[in-house]
């Protein structure tokens, strides 16, 4: 073995320090750049070719190979804008209190602000033109042709197009539109200060997110995940009145770009975009707000199964028999690529390149950016940020991360760059699939009963936090934005008293409320960060239940199946999401899908509850 390999090994994998954590177990930025020197030549070329495309401004009506020009010189930046924001973005999230690398990607953000400015004048100018006239283009040109999705849709959004005037105002707007999330970031990460607690065992414990979660994962003593939950949301609390001023600005800011695009509320603004109308997310509230019953049932059989003189959220977590076992990343990785295997050998080469091939960030670290996330880094490859543990949930983060990525490659490698980027509306269905063959495939191979109430634990968790969670967060989010759009005040004391409320619509008497669960709506990233996000995860959790349903049953049914949802992940963004998935054998308008959840939640947790009773 080589001396550096023989170092590297002899290196503790943990550490909280990032220069003691072996490479192996880092993700390698080299591949988007060779060095800073290199980047920066890319940043000028960005740059320059923005300045390029401005003086296609007044071409469009002179013929379709002016018209081609744009668009190929627009996936042209679009390509190198990936490479040269990630580079940044994903060092940055490396240790966020790097103020050099902060501004670097700032510096991205500032570019990217003006780019919009430049090419505001497009969408103007070509919707002056007949959309009959570009049709007769397309069918002149071929290579015009291969835009139709892209300016068929954007004729149909035309009445929520600005003039040039005011494309570009809202252009020049878009600069603060990160803001609220950046503070957010700084406010919850780089600035924060988090507590040390002593266990119950006399260690002292760092409360990060990351050891949070993991406490709350493992530690049977219930005082003591009342002490983590306490000191964490201490952190949250000494901010609180911030967190709901950055909170407001987050609506104000929706409310201020649907009405200047002349939408009627922030959630018709924000499906629009893609065809998605209201009635799939008030639906969505609506059936699950009924469907309620078996949610309940679970906790009511979790406090009697754990035997506390109270029952809270910070209980939800741990297992519900002693089961200390540790999943190490080395050990998991062969079981998410056997999991997959339904999808075909193919798809599972592709995965186990991705787990050896530098694409992971695995361990967490001072300074490091809380959570997951896969990075659609076009032209390299993606990129996985995790903050690995050995729980169990990390094992399933990662399957799920996974999913993610698989989708991009398939995207990446079939489609133009033009539909590569496939929208946030079926983003969680591979991912959710992932999680969910990977369940499938540890039931059937465990012998072990205890592990076994674990795993179905595990299911049950995935419904409840991944669909009712999501819907109860995408309930609260709609109530907040329509504060905004009656000119209500948004404070802390509003934001508190509506998520309590909301959590008691949800859960009724089976969960306990204390003093710090209403303010746990200050530590969602999503909410400052992609409003209007977190239904999809329900939708996207129900659409892949069903597919995974169909895959596994066998024959050739299950062939034609996975064919279908292959097909969804290569076709990138092609065409509206709702008909990707209608494609793919799922039709979300059908409120039969979301009853199915509240059946399989049922079924799950009398599951349960007989494994129980017979242990």
């Not at 192996?24 to 070719?49: M, T």
């Not at 709901?244 to 009627?264: E, I, K, P």
């Not at 009712?468 to 802390?492: G, K, M, W």
């Not at 279908?564 to 709702?578: I, K, N, T």
Request: proline share 4%; hydrophobic share 40%; with cysteine.
């Amino acid at each position: 073995m080589a001396p550096d390999a023989l170092a590297e090994q002899a290196q503790p994998a943990r550490s909280r320090n990032r220069a003691e954590i072996p490479g192996r177990f880092k993700w390698n930025v080299d591949d988007i750049f060779p060095s800073w020197d290199a980047w920066d030549a890319a940043y000028r070329q960005l740059e320059a070719g923005i300045n390029r495309y401005a003086d296609l401004k007044g071409t469009l009506a002179k013929g379709p190979a002016y018209l081609l020009e744009a668009f190929r010189q627009s996936e042209a930046l679009g390509q190198l804008a990936y490479r040269v924001w990630y580079y940044p973005s994903l060092q940055y999230d490396e240790d966020q209190r790097d103020n050099t690398i902060n501004a670097r990607r700032q510096q991205v953000q500032i570019l990217f602000a003006r780019w919009k400015q430049v090419e505001s004048w497009f969408s103007p100018e070509l919707l002056q033109i007949p959309l009959e006239t570009v049709r007769e283009w397309m069918a002149a040109e071929p290579a015009l042709a291969l835009y139709r999705f892209a300016i068929e849709n954007l004729y149909r959004l035309q009445e929520h197009v600005l003039d040039e005037a005011g494309e570009r105002l809202m252009s020049l707007s878009s600069r603060l539109s990160q803001a609220p999330y950046d503070a957010y970031a700084a406010l919850s990460t780089a600035d924060a200060r988090f507590p040390k607690i002593r266990l119950s065992d006399g260690s002292d414990v760092t409360v990060s997110y990351g050891q949070y979660r993991a406490i709350l994962a493992t530690r049977r003593e219930q005082k003591d995940r009342d002490k983590a939950f306490t000191a964490l949301h201490e952190t949250y609390k000494a901010s609180l009145n911030t967190y709901a001023a950055l909170y407001n600005a987050v609506c104000q800011r929706d409310w201020f770009q649907a009405r200047a695009r002349g939408y009627r509320s922030t959630l018709e603004a924000a499906l629009h975009g893609d065809n998605i109308p209201t009635s799939v997310v008030e639906n969505l509230i609506e059936t699950t707000r009924a469907g309620v019953g078996p949610l309940r049932r679970y906790h009511t059989l979790r406090r009697r199964t754990l035997n506390v003189p109270s029952y809270h959220v910070y209980d939800f977590s741990i297992p519900l028999v002693t089961f200390d076992k540790k999943y190490t990343y080395d050990d998991v990785l062969d079981w998410i690529v056997e999991a997959v295997s339904p999808l075909g050998a193919d798809y599972q080469a592709l995965m186990r390149k991705g787990l050896s091939s530098h694409w992971i960030d695995v361990y967490e670290n001072e300074g490091k950016r809380s959570g997951a996330y896969s990075a659609p880094v076009y032209g390299v490859h993606p990129y996985m940020l995790l903050n690995y543990t050995d729980t169990l949930d990390d094992v399933f983060t990662t399957a799920h991360e996974m999913g993610h990525s698989m989708h991009t490659i398939l995207s990446h490698e079939t489609q133009p760059f033009i539909y590569s980027d496939y929208t946030i509306f079926v983003a969680e269905v591979p991912s959710t699939l992932s999680e969910a063959l990977l369940l499938e495939y540890m039931l059937a191979r465990s012998t072990d009963p205890t592990e076994r109430i674990v795993l179905l634990q595990h299911a049950i968790d995935n419904i409840t936090g991944t669909f009712y969670t999501q819907v109860l967060f995408a309930d609260y989010e709609l109530r907040a934005h329509r504060l905004a759009e009656q000119d209500q005040p948004i404070t802390a004391e509003i934001l508190t008293a509506t998520y309590t409320q909301l959590l008691k619509d949800y859960y009724g008497e089976a969960v306990d409320l204390n003093p710090y669960t209403g303010i746990t709506w200050s530590r969602i990233p999503h909410f400052f960060n992609s409003p209007y996000y977190v239904y999809q995860y329900a939708t996207c959790f129900a659409s892949a239940a069903k597919i995974a349903k169909q895959i596994m049953a066998g024959g050739s049914a299950s062939a034609e199946a996975r064919d279908r949802f292959l097909a969804l992940l290569r076709a990138g963004g092609s065409d509206y999401p709702m008909e990707l998935l209608r494609t793919a054998g799922v039709d979300l308008s059908q409120p039969d899908t979301v009853l199915a959840i509240v059946d399989q939640l049922d079924d799950l947790v009398g599951r349960l509850e007989h494994e129980l009773a017979a242990l």
